[in-house]
T-cell receptor
């Protein structure tokens, strides 16, 4: 079942602008992850935030987590055309080597 | 590190034939691997969890006799689509996470696009 729900479903921005994507989930989690998928390819792990963390940074990525609202956001700053891809949030409810539940994904288009 | 190789990347087959897809963890051991199916512009749908040395755990609605999974070693899992039909055409992706890690970060293969004629 799809636990994560991202919004917006599609986002188109100009290169250099910031992109903000949101994800909501339904159950308690151990951590939440964001993945990126280029068209026709596998997924690449971007960043993980634990349930006891509120914000995390990695390069141009900033992720927040609000467990009271069961929501997360991914911010990509100073976007580049190469950031064009689909982005998925995934929740891990039960720990290591357990299955992840993916959201529906957000398609980001960055115009050069 | 943490590279997952999936092969083939693209396969076309005739209806009624079987197709085998391989998923290998190249630089780590994985007691568990996952197989997903993805339709165009949609999310990943987990099909089954592949367990080394034991039977796979299939998600509800996935036919285990249709999608045979074998995880014979700590670095290789295979998915065989038996008697494939056009409705099996899809993008299949595998993933694995290094055993013993406390965080469930998954590393994905590049996917296999299956087209059944």
């Amino acid at each position: 079942s799809q636990q994560g729900e991202e919004d917006p479903q599609a986002l188109s921005i100009q290169e250099g602008e910031n992109a903000t994507m949101n994800c909501s989930y339904k159950t308690s989690i151990n951590n939440l992850q964001w993945y990126r998928q280029n068209s026709g390819r596998g997924l690449v792990h971007l960043i993980l935030i634990r349930s006891n963390e509120r914000e995390k940074h990695s390069g141009r990525l900033r992720v927040t987590l609000d467990t009271s609202k069961k929501s997360s956001s991914l911010l990509i700053t100073a976007s580049r055309a190469a950031d064009t891809a689909s982005y998925f949030c995934a929740t891990d409810a039960t720990g290591a080597n357990s299955k992840l539940t993916f959201g529906k994904g957000i398609t980001l288009s960055v115009r050069p | 590190g943490a590279v997952v190789s999936q092969h083939p990347s693209w396969v076309i087959c005739k209806s009624g034939t079987s197709v085998k897809i391989e998923c290998r963890s190249l630089d780590f051991q994985a007691t568990t691997m996952f197989w997903y199916r993805q339709f165009p512009k949609q999310s990943l749908m987990l099909m089954a969890t592949s367990n080394e040395g034991s039977k796979a755990t299939y998600e509800q609605g996935v036919e285990k006799d249709k999608f045979l999974i074998n995880h014979a070693s700590l670095t290789l899992s295979t998915l065989t689509v038996t008697s494939a039909h056009p409705e099996d055409s899809s993008f299949y992706i595998c993933s694995a996470g290094p055993s013993g890690r406390d965080l469930n970060i998954q590393y994905f293969g590049a996917g296999t696009r299956l087209s059944v004629l």
